[in-house]
């Protein structure tokens, strides 16, 4: 519990915790999990779909960036 008194872990803490959240609020898990077999059942080719499943990995994780930026 110390390391709740000092700054340095604090805003260590606070850090992980905001892109934690900010990852769960965007859906990363799940989207990523199904986003192929999405694409796919939305009539994507089947080549194309891992590389457009990269892509929103990307964009989540830049808004993933962004929301930790403003929340520090």
Do not use: D, K, W
């Not at 604090?10 to 694409?39: D, E, K, P, W």
């Amino acid at each position: 519990m110390q390391q709740f008194y000092f700054l340095f872990g604090r805003n260590q803490l606070i850090a992980v915790c905001a892109l934690y959240s900010n990852l769960m609020l965007v859906g990363l898990n799940h989207i990523l999990f199904y986003s192929t077999i999405l694409l796919e059942q939305a009539g994507i080719p089947p080549e194309t779909a891992p590389t457009l499943t990269i892509g929103i990995f990307a964009a989540q994780l830049f808004a993933a960036f962004i929301g930790v930026n403003h929340c520090i």
